[in-house]
């Protein structure tokens, strides 16, 4: 774990709606308000709640709040649980030191359905974040959390992978301690499993 990251420290979650990216971003600064930070989360919601693009900006600090907005190309690690919100994000907030951490799993809007255009592939879309950061994994988010009953589980996936980048000051424990006041008792199990399932993924890379 990093205690000493740097002032502000800039993260964002971007995804889609109805991927659980708000909440995503909430568990987060609560734990990390536990430890002593000041956390402002600044969240943008594309044209429909459910399938436009969500957006939540993270600054933490130890010294004071922050606007809730970062700075284009300040982002110091972006979680994007879609991936062509991956490539979107970090091009307008990115930076070639950024770390990105994006699912692989697709989400695909109107006119790719419609036909109207093409949805690239991975490959690609791995080439096109090469090519804007230096760091960037990859993780089955979704397909670990189907594995587990419950697609949604893919944020809390992607935040036990966060854990285990080591970039921010949160734990296990941390984790159990907030989940533990946001879900009903019969979900803790499920989602301290995503969590763990995440940081192991991370790991494995």
Aim: aromatic share 6%.
């Amino acid at each position: 774990m990093n205690d000493s990251i740097k002032d502000p420290f800039n993260i964002i979650i971007t995804g889609v709606g109805g991927q659980g990216n708000v909440m995503a971003s909430r568990i987060l600064g609560a734990m990390l308000s536990r430890r002593g930070y000041r956390v402002t989360i600044g969240e943008t919601f594309g044209v429909s709640q459910r399938g436009g693009s969500v957006m939540s900006h993270l600054r933490i600090s130890k010294k004071s709040a922050w606007s809730p907005q970062i700075p284009r190309g300040k982002a110091d690690v972006i979680v994007a649980l879609e991936p062509i919100e991956a490539i979107r994000t970090t091009a307008a907030y990115g930076s070639p030191e950024s770390k990105v951490l994006a699912n692989t799993r697709p989400i695909y809007p109107v006119q790719v359905i419609a036909g109207e255009t093409e949805y690239p592939s991975q490959e690609t879309i791995e080439e096109s974040l090469g090519r804007l950061v230096r760091w960037a994994k990859f993780l089955n988010a979704t397909g670990e959390a189907l594995l587990l009953g419950n697609a949604i589980l893919g944020n809390v996936i992607m935040i036990g992978a966060l854990s285990a980048m080591e970039a921010l000051p949160f734990t296990r424990a941390d984790f159990e301690s907030v989940i533990t006041g946001s879900v009903t008792a019969d979900k803790i199990g499920v989602n301290m499993q995503a969590f763990d399932r995440g940081a192991a993924l991370l790991k494995k890379q």
